[in-house]
């Protein structure tokens, strides 16, 4: 067994703060995090954790992945919007235009996220959260494809997602042109090794994909910071 999606971790100055505004927006469970901060817990078996994890670096660009909401109705698009401003989410100009049919947002820490509108296809059946979308290469979304065992379920002018075999959200990647790395990445995945799985050989399966690694991961850390073949940063986590 292969290394699974443990969470979809955001930096945050105020982990607790900001898990807060995603459990209240979400409907998840918030619980401490065993290896730092906090985690909000899936509803079934085809979601992930997201993990708030303390840090000090402020938000200084665009984050190069966000949630996309869905809605079932128009007036289902106006009330989580309404639900996510009370929360503390604050309207933000990324360059959409007015003929959008979605609603760009940003939370309490200026990370973005869109409520899309109803009647969305390429998200239908993806449940409330229904893709992480992400600024990637075609070459980035195979690399994720094959780290996580996950099929493609798009792949069409460099642009591609892959979904759990348990379905729920996808993950995309939208292709060319890509945005600037800015610097560290505020959100990124943190994968667990599954059961039985050495981390070494993990380590090194990955690293054979086309993964760098950012760290020499010896010792007892609990953590083996990699990169994916775009230069995103992702997490290997000891289990605990």
């Keep these: 067994m292969t290394s699974q999606l443990f969470a979809i971790s955001f930096d945050a100055s105020q982990p607790v703060r900001l898990g807060q505004f ?62 996510a401003l009370e929360l503390g989410a604050r309207h933000i100009d990324i360059g959409q235009g007015p003929d959008d049919d979605h609603v760009v947002l940003a939370d309490p820490e200026g990370n973005e996220f869109d409520v899309i509108g109803p009647g969305n296809r390429f998200l239908a059946g993806c449940g409330f959260i229904g893709a992480l979308a992400c600024d990637g290469s075609q070459a980035v979304g195979y690399f994720w494809s094959q ?16 979904q759990s075999p348990n379905g729920g959200t996808k993950i995309s990647w939208g292709g060319p042109p890509l945005m600037l790395n800015g610097g560290r990445d505020r959100v990124r995945f943190d994968l667990a090794p599954g059961v039985d799985v050495d981390r070494q050989a993990e380590v090194d399966r ?35």
């Design 147 to 162: 780290a996580l065992r996950w099929p493609l379920v798009w792949d069409q002018d460099e642009e591609t997602a892959i």
């Design 22 to 83: 995603w459990s209240g927006l979400l409907g998840r469970d918030m619980v401490d995090d065993p290896h730092d901060g906090v985690l909000l817990l899936p509803t079934d078996d085809t979601g992930f954790r997201i993990r708030f994890a303390p840090s000090e670096q402020p938000k200084v660009v665009q984050n190069r992945m966000h949630f996309d909401l869905t809605s079932s109705s128009l007036e289902d698009q106006r009330q989580t919007v309404a639900r």
């Design 206 to 240: 990955l690293l054979s994909l086309g993964a760098t690694l950012l760290d020499n991961g010896q010792g007892e850390a609990a953590r083996v910071l990699m990169a994916d073949p775009d230069g995103n940063e992702f997490c290997l986590l000891t289990p605990r």
